[in-house]
């Protein structure tokens, strides 16, 4: 019974994980999560576990007082179908929140937000 169990246990945890990549998630982004950037930001880059959909995927950016950060631009790699890139107008000192929506061509979609902070060093 108990060799049962193992393998019965062996096989979920085998299946279980193929299931969760079926999903979009963020693998990386240019600036980090949390990182604090010191230099001008022309472009924001995120980068996703799985190919995603134009048409179903967004970025917003906000400052630290909730107000939207406009963006122009934003569009999915045609060669590399899982990273997004978000053209920056030059942004002022201060903290920024993140919060994407997207769906892999698989038509899952997943969601997500972080922060990052800009310090323009001063002349």
Not at 16 to 38: C, F, G, K, N, Q
Not at 71 to 97: C, F, Q, R, W
Request: aromatic share 6%; net charge negative; proline share 7%.
């Amino acid at each position: 019974m108990r060799l049962l169990i193992f393998f019965g246990l062996l096989l979920i945890s085998l299946v279980l994980p193929s299931a969760a990549r079926a999903h979009a998630e963020l693998d990386h982004t240019i600036p980090a999560p949390d990182s604090t950037v010191d230099a001008p930001l022309s472009e924001m880059t995120l980068v996703f576990t799985e190919q995603i959909e134009p048409a179903f995927s967004t970025v917003e950016i906000h400052d630290d007082d909730g107000n939207p950060i406009s963006i122009d631009g934003a569009h999915i790699d045609v060669e590399n179908m899982t990273t997004i890139h978000v053209p920056l107008k030059p942004l002022a000192s201060g903290t920024y929140h993140v919060v994407w929506h997207v769906t892999s061509v698989d038509t899952h979609g997943t969601e997500g937000e972080y922060t990052f902070h800009i310090k323009n060093k001063q002349p």
